[in-house]
Nanobody, 125 residues
Framework: QVQLVESGGGLVQAGGSLRLSCAAS????????MGWFRQAPGKEREFVST????????YHADSVKGRFTISRDNAKNTVYLQMNSQKPEDTAVYYC??????????????????WGQGTQVTVSS
């Protein structure tokens, strides 16, 4: 059993920045891939970013490339999403995800069996 707890969401003006955090606890694995998805009202859940266990490989959706950065601290079992130059279209509930193993460019919801409860990010224009 894995628990994922997100934090750091909130309200920000367009052009501003937020950093999301996701702390994992529970069952330990030798390696895990972690990432973020988001879901805006009335839209399907979509991939945002992913990072491999070693942190050596990251992948971002085209819509956030150059603005968002994913990173992780394995000592703290925590993954971060630094969001800069935010746009109103970034408004969504952001979900942290985790899957045992080393997954590369894992962008589908079914790639991940462990999901957090989500944190709301609202970007005002």
């Amino acid at each position: 059993q894995v628990q994922l707890v997100e934090s750091g969401g909130g309200l920000v003006q367009a052009g501003g920045s937020l950093r999301l955090s996701c702390a994992a606890s529970g069952r330990a694995f030798s390696s895990v891939t972690m990432g973020w998805f988001r879901q805006a009202p009335g839209k399907e859940r979509e991939f945002v970013s992913t990072i491999t266990s070693s942190g050596g490989s990251t992948y971002h959706a085209d819509s956030v490339k150059g603005r968002f950065t994913i990173s992780r601290d394995n000592a703290k079992n925590t993954v971060y999403l630094q969001m800069n130059s935010q746009k109103p279209e970034d408004t969504a509930v952001y979900y942290c995800v985790l899957e045992p193993g080393e997954l590369y460019k894992a962008t589908m919801t079914w790639n991940y069996r462990n999901w957090g409860q989500g944190t709301q990010v609202t970007v005002s224009s």
